[in-house]
């Protein structure tokens, strides 16, 4: 069984950076395709971007390019996601998730962190 | 990049109905699709992936079709705990993950 814990919710200004980390419990973190959703206020769900087991490989939307940064530390089974500039816009709830198998869905989450952006 | 559409945005229903969701993909994705159910202040749960294989230990009330880029989740006969928001997913390596947009399930 994986589960993922999140940590804790964040209050930032517009401008700054938010680091958000994901610690999994189970056998598979070394192996496992793992993610990151947002979800803004009463809005649907955002995929972010996409981190391989060894972290050398990532994808990311294309409207977070520049912006974001995944990375993950295999020795303590953690995931962050960092991301900069943040404005208003930015408030959401974020959701880290792991791929299954063949990536057709996202299979175990986080319970969110709520990251707001006010000034 | 593949667009994904569901239809309704809302539905209301009573206990006890048959409903059924539409996701519309903006060309064909064969059968790679996956179905969520998410819950107020909660992460979303996967109902059904690959159109129909229901997931385990989901309801058998919860059902999937569909290929190509019509597909429909039905619920054959809506509990209170059904009362939920409901998000169908496409996966390709080129865009990653898309959503549609949800479609809010609630009590009549």
């Known amino acids: 069984q994986v589960q993922l814990v999140q940590s804790g919710a964040e209050v930032k200004k517009p401008g700054a950076s938010v680091k958000l980390s994901c610690k999994a419990s189970?056998?598979?973190?070394?192996?496992?395709?793992m993610n990151w959703v947002r979800q803004a206020p009463g809005q649907g769900l955002e995929w972010m971007g996409m981190?391989?087991?060894?972290?050398?490989?990532?994808s990311y939307a294309q409207r977070f390019q520049g912006r974001v940064t995944m990375t993950r530390d295999t020795s303590t089974s953690t995931l962050y996601m960092e991301l900069s500039s943040l404005r208003s816009a930015d408030t959401a709830v974020y959701y880290c998730a792991r791929s299954n198998n063949d990536f057709s869905s996202l299979d175990y989450w986080g319970q969110g962190t709520l990251v707001t952006v006010s000034s | 990049d593949i667009q994904m559409t569901q239809s309704p945005s809302t539905l209301s229903a009573s206990v006890g109905d048959r409903v059924t969701i539409t996701c519309r993909a903006s060309?064909?994705?064969?059968?790679?699709l996956t179905w969520y159910q998410q819950k107020p202040g909660k992460a979303p749960k996967v109902l059904i992936q690959?159109?129909?294989t229901l997931q385990s230990g989901v309801s058998s009330r919860f059902s999937g079709s569909g290929s190509g880029t019509e597909f429909t989740l039905t619920i054959s006969s809506l509990q209170p705990d059904d009362f939920a928001t409901y998000y169908c997913?496409?996966?390709?390596?080129?865009?990653?993950?898309?959503f549609g947009q949800g479609t809010k399930l609630e009590i009549k």
């Open positions: 997913q496409h996966y390709n390596s080129y865009s990653g993950y898309t």
């Open positions: 189970g056998d598979t973190f070394s192996s496992d395709y």
């Open positions: 981190i391989n087991p060894s972290g050398g490989r990532i």
């Open positions: 690959k159109a129909s």
């Open positions: 060309e064909s994705i064969s059968y790679w």
